[in-house]
C-alpha cells in the first residue's frame, strides 16, 4: 500500500518564496534533481540489466547476491538452551540450526538466524548475552552481535584468541565488562569495552593445558576450569585468582580414589566460591580448601549412569545420575529432584521426560535449573525448576509454531511446485506455489518419487551383516499428490529390499535384494493387486547398472531424458579444481572448475572435494546441476560455461547433501535442513 500524501495550509507568503524558489533554482535545487536522476537511472539499469545486479558477471565467474531463498526448513540437530540474564522470559536456543530466543511466557519466538550475519550453518558452539550484546561462538572464533544497533564484530587468532575453535563463553558476574573464552588451545579473556584479549596457556599450570580448558566457574575471586586428557596431557583442574593473578593446579593423580591414576576424563564440575566439586571414574570429589586435597564424597557403580552437568550452590549440588538428584557435599545425602507428582498437569509422562533429559543448565539470576534434551524436537519438552520451591514448568515444543512445524526435515524429491519431504512426524508433501504442507503418511519412507501426480514412497529391509531374517518388512506405497491419500500399499517379509529401481509411471517400480548365500531376486510391485511378486532378474527394461538407483545413494553417472549428453567425473578429486567430462555427439571433452578452498582442521592432511548429487535441469537439457561439499555448480554442458555458488556469494552452505533442480527454484538439503532457491 503506497503511503497517503500530507497536506498543509500555507501562508500567502510562503507561498510566495516558493513561487520565488521556482523560478530562480537554489544550488541546493539543483544538487537534489541531479541526485534523483542519477537514482533513476540505477532504478532503470537494476531492473533491465541483470549484470548490473550481479557485478558485470560472466557465466565464468563467481556469482554475485543471486540467490533468494523461497523457503527453508530446519533441521534442529543438538541443541543449547540458555536463560536471558535481563529477562527472565527468554530462553535462548542454539545449535547448527541457528539462534531463536524463546518467550516461555507466550511461547512465541523471535528468529535470530538470518539477521545476524555470518553465523547461519557455523555449528555455533555456545552464546552468552551481556546488556544489549550477544556473544557468539562457532567454528571460526566469537562474534559480538549488537541488539540495538545490529552490527556485528568477529574476534579470531589475528585478533588475539588463543584457538577459533571449540568455543565456551562465560560470563564474570563480578565485572559485566569480561567474559572467559574457553576455545580449543587456551583460555582467553575479553575485555568488551576495549575488545583487549588476554590469553592463558602453559600459565595453567598442567602439562600440556594448552588444549581444550573448559572453564566450569567463575566468581569474584576466582575462575575454575578442568583440563581433560588427551595425547597432550593428562589433565586436572586448575583455578585462577583473579586478585594476585596466580594460578593453582591439582593433577589427574589426585583423581583416582583407590585406582591406579592414569588420567583425568570428568562429565561435570562445578564451584562456588572455594568450594569445588568434580566427578571423575564414578566418583564424585569435594575440594578440602584446609587440607588442599580432593577427598571423595560419593561413588557410583560401574552400572549407574554416568554422573554429568554438575551444578553447586553453597553445599548442595545438582547432577544428572539417571535422574535428576540433589547431593549434599558435606554428608553425601542423596535426593531425586525430578518426582512423578511434578508431572500432573503436564502433557507429557515423568518416565518420558526423565529418559529423553540429558542437559542441565543452572540460571543462576532465577535461581532454576533449565531442563532440556540435547536433540529439540516435537517429542521433546524443556521444563524450568525452581530451586526455592522446587516447581516444575513443562514447555512443550510441539506447540511452537516454526516453518509450519515441520523439524528435523530431509529431502526425498522434487518437482514443479511439489517438494517431498522426510520429518520426525512423518513423509509430507510442500507445495511452495500454495504455501501449504500437507501429511502423505504418518512415518518416513526410505526412498520417495514424484512419479506424474503419485508419489512412489519405498522402506527397505536391510541387514548388516547379519540379522534375524524373519523379522524383515518392507513396504511399497503409492500415495495421489490430488488427495494425499494412499492409493496402493503392499509389502514383502522375510527378505532383504538393499535396492530398487522405479521407472517413469507407477507400473515400474521393483525392489532387490542381495545377500551371502542366495542368488540376486527382483520382485515387482503390482499396483492394481496391491501385490509385491517375485521375478526373474532378466526383464526387457532398458536401464543399466549404471542408472540403478541404490540405497547407498551410488551413481556412477547421469544422463539427462533425451540421452544426448553424458556427464561423469571422479566421486571425490583432490586440489581446489576439479574435473568433470562431458559425453555428446560432439565427442568428450573436458572441463576444469574451480572450487572454492574449503577450511579443514589443522590436523587435517588433504582437500578433497566430495560430489554429493547432481542432476540435469527438467527445464533446460543443456544445463546440469552438481551438489559439492564445496559448492553448487551450474554447468552449461554445450559450452561448457560453469559458476559456482558459494557463501561467499550468497549460498547458505558450502555443504550440499542433496540437489534437485524443479521448473521455479532449486531445492537443496544441507547439514542444516532443507533450502528452496530461486536464482
Known amino acids: 500500500m503506497l503511503p497517503l500524501e500530507t497536506y498543509k495550509t500555507e501562508t500567502p507568503s510562503q507561498q510566495a518564496e516558493e513561487i520565488s524558489s521556482e523560478r530562480h533554482p537554489s544550488w541546493l535545487t539543483i544538487v537534489a534533481i541531479m541526485a534523483i536522476a542519477l537514482l533513476a537511472c540505477i532504478a532503470l539499469a537494476w531492473i533491465y540489466l541483470p549484470q548490473f545486479r550481479t557485478g558485470f558477471n560472466t557465466e565464468n565467474t563467481n556469482d554475485s547476491n543471486t540467490e533468494t531463498i523461497v523457503k527453508y526448513f530446519p533441521n534442529f540437530g543438538h541443541v543449547s538452551v540458555k536463560a536471558d540474564p535481563t529477562d527472565n522470559r527468554y530462553l535462548w536456543i542454539f545449535g547448527q540450526m541457528g539462534i531463536m530466543r524463546l518467550d516461555i511466557q507466550s511461547e512465541g519466538i523471535v528468529d535470530y538466524t538470518r539477521q545476524i550475519p555470518g553465523i547461519e550453518n557455523k555449528r555455533l558452539s555456545d552464546l552468552v548475552r551481556v546488556g544489549d550484546k550477544l556473544f557468539i561462538g562457532f567454528q571460526g572464533g566469537l562474534l559480538e552481535y549488537s541488539l540495538t544497533t545490529k552490527t556485528s564484530k568477529q574476534y579470531s587468532t589475528n585478533d588475539g584468541l588463543a584457538s577459533n575453535n571449540n568455543i565456551a563463553i562465560t560470563s564474570d558476574p563480578s565485572d559485566s565488562d569480561i567474559l572467559w573464552i574457553s576455545t580449543f588451545e587456551g583460555l582467553s579473556k575479553l575485555t568488551i569495552s576495549s575488545g583487549r584479549l588476554q590469553s592463558f596457556t602453559v600459565e595453567m599450570g598442567i602439562s600440556g593445558t594448552i588444549w581444550e580448558p573448559d572453564v566450569f566457574h567463575v566468581d569474584e575471586k576466582y575462575v575454575w576450569l578442568t583440563i581433560n586428557a588427551n595425547e597432550n596431557t593428562t589433565g586436572g583442574i586448575a583455578r585462577l585468582d583473579k586478585f594476585t593473578g596466580l594460578w593453582k593446579s591439582w593433577g589427574y593423580e589426585l583423581f583416582h580414589y583407590g585406582g591406579n591414576p592414569s588420567r583425568f576424563d570428568t562429565y561435570g564440575a562445578a564451584a562456588d566460591g572455594g568450594r569445588a566439586i568434580a566427578e571423575e571414574g564414578g566418583i564424585i570429589y569435594s ?76 540460571d543462576e539470576s532465577n535461581n532454576r535449573l533449565i531442563l532440556y534434551p540435547q536433540r529439540v524436537s516435537f ?9 526455592e520451591t522446587k516447581n516444575l514448568s513443562v514447555i512443550p515444543f510441539k506447540d511452537l509454531e516454526r516453518s509450519f512445524a515441520l523439524f528435523n526435515v530431509n529431502l526425498a524429491d522434487a518437482k514443479g511446485s511439489h517438494v517431498i519431504l522426510n520429518t520426525e512426524n512423518g513423509l509430507v508433501d510442500y507445495d511452495w ?23 512412489v514412497a519405498l522402506n527397505l529391509a536391510t541387514c548388516e551383516m547379519s540379522c534375524d531374517m524373519k523379522s524383515l518388512v518392507a513396504t511399497s506405497s503409492v500415495i495421489s499428490l490430488d488427495t494425499a491419500r494412499i492409493e496402493s500399499v503392499a509389502m514383502i517379509t522375510g527378505t532383504t529390499t538393499d535396492a530398487y529401481y522405479i521407472g517413469e509411471t507407477i507400473n515400474d517400480i521393483y525392489l532387490f535384494t542381495y545377500n551371502y548365500k542366495d542368488t540376486n531376486k ?11 511378486k517375485s521375478i526373474d532378474l532378466t526383464f526387457p527394461h532398458t536401464w ?45 571433452q573436458n572441463v576444469q572448475i574451480p572450487i572454492g578452498p574449503k577450511k579443514y582442521s589443522h590436523w587435517s592432511a588433504n582437500s578433497y572435494t566430495q560430489f554429493t548429487d547432481y542432476a540435469f535441469d527438467p527445464t533446460n537439457q543443456n544445463v546440469f546441476w552438481i551438489g559439492t561439499d564445496r559448492g553448487l555448480i551450474r554447468l552449461a554442458v554445450d559450452t561448457l560455461n560453469h559458476r559456482l555458488f558459494t557463501t561467499s556469494n550468497g549460498l547458505s552452505s558450502d555443504e550440499i547433501s ?17 533450502y528452496l532457491y530461486r536464482f
Do not use: C
Not at 323 to 348: C, P, R, Y
Open 287 to 362: 575440594y578440602n580448601a584446609i587440607k588442599d586435597e580432593w577427598l571423595p564424597i560419593k561413588t557410583y557403580h560401574q552400572s549407574d549412569s554416568v554422573t554429568r552437568e554438575i551444578t553447586l550452590k553453597g553445599n548442595t549440588a545438582y547432577l544428572w545420575a539417571g535422574t535428576l538428584k540433589e547431593l549434599n557435599i558435606d554428608t553425601g545425602v542423596e535426593n531425586d529432584l525430578l518426582l512423578s507428582t511434578m508431572f500432573t498437569n503436564a502433557e507429557v509422562s515423568f518416565e518420558k521426560f526423565s529418559n529423553d533429559l540429558l542437559r542441565i543448565e543452572f
Open 379 to 387: 517429542k521433546t519438552d524443556i521444563g524450568l525448576l525452581s530451586l
Open 433 to 455: 506455489s500454495e504455501n501449504t504442507v500437507r501429511e502423505l503418511m504418518p512415518h518416513t519412507a526410505n526412498v520417495a518419487k514424484i512419479i506424474g501426480n503419485k508419489v
Open 522 to 532: 527382483g520382485y515387482k510391485f503390482d499396483v492394481a493387486q496391491n501385490q509385491i
Open 544 to 588: 543399466t547398472p549404471q542408472v540403478l538407483y541404490s540405497s547407498s545413494g551410488s551413481r556412477v553417472f547421469e544422463s539427462n531424458s533425451t540421452g544426448s549428453y553424458t556427464v561423469s567425473f571422479d566421486r571425490r578429486q583432490f586440489g581446489d579444481t576439479v574435473t568433470v567430462s562431458v559425453q555428446s555427439s560432439k565427442g568428450e
Open 658 to 674: 542433496k540437489v534437485i533442480p524443479t521448473i521455479d527454484v532449486i531445492v537443496i538439503q544441507h547439514p542444516s535442513g532443507v
